[in-house]
T-cell receptor, first 114, second 112 residues
């Protein structure tokens, strides 16, 4: 384990469902990130939180709603998703929001929207 | 526009053989470049980090090179093992605190 834990590992949901992805880190890092990884595409940055404050939102549709209740936990709330949202969702953390010392990634949640 | 291009897209080699993966970037200004290994069903794990002044850096059987003039990097894997089967992703950090630029990765498969 890398120190960043994501649950669930796999999720299948219908387009009308509401679900949440969870990420937890106990590395003492101050910044946390959500990335989307689709086949044959580079990782896409979705959201950045630094010290529990959202500092970046990269034009992500409102059907994705992040939440960072404290510096160790990050959620991604999902509702009325589309099939093209099926992807691997990766959470990462870093010591600071610039990630100068690198990122630690979780194992991801494989999401399938049916 | 900042871009990172990796080649080949996929590669199959026999166990024990060497291979080299390529990364070309147009990111400017440049801060550093990392190679990540991503096993199937896992998140990426950092292998090496290269800064502007570094030409070569090794991590076990992995050796990364950087030519900042031509904006190219390579990852050489020596005496490949089955466990090297993974996606290898090149990531470039621009200067000025801008966000990372990811390549699409090279999918490596090592066979018996």
């Amino acid at each position: 384990e890398t120190g960043v834990t994501q649950t669930p590992r796999h999720l299948v949901m219908g387009m009308t469902n509401k679900k949440s992805l969870k990420c937890e880190q106990h590395l003492g890092h101050n910044a946390m990130y959500w990335y989307k990884q689709s086949a044959k595409k580079p990782l896409e940055l979705m959201f950045v939180y630094s010290l529990e404050e959202r500092v970046e939102n990269n034009s992500v549709p409102s059907r994705f709603s992040p939440e960072c209740p404290n510096s160790s936990h990050l959620f991604l709330h999902l509702h009325t998703l589309q099939p093209e949202d099926s992807a691997l969702y990766l959470c990462a953390s870093s010591q600071d929001r610039i990630g100068l010392y690198g990122y630690t990634f979780g194992s991801g949640t494989r999401l399938t929207v049916v | 526009k900042n871009q990172v291009e990796q080649s080949p897209q996929s590669l199959i080699i026999l166990e024990g053989k060497n291979c080299t993966l390529q990364c070309n970037y147009t990111v400017s200004p440049f801060s550093n470049l990392r190679w990540y290994k991503q096993d199937t069903g896992r998140g990426p794990v950092s292998l090496t980090i290269m800064t502007f002044s570094e030409n070569t850096k090794s991590n076990g059987r992995y050796t990364a090179t950087l030519d900042a003039d031509t904006k190219q990097s390579s990852l050489h894997i020596t005496a490949s093992q089955l466990s090297d089967s993974a996606s290898y992703i090149c990531v470039v950090r621009p200067g000025g605190g801008n966000k990372l630029t990811f390549g699409t990765g090279t999918q490596l498969k090592v066979e018996l």
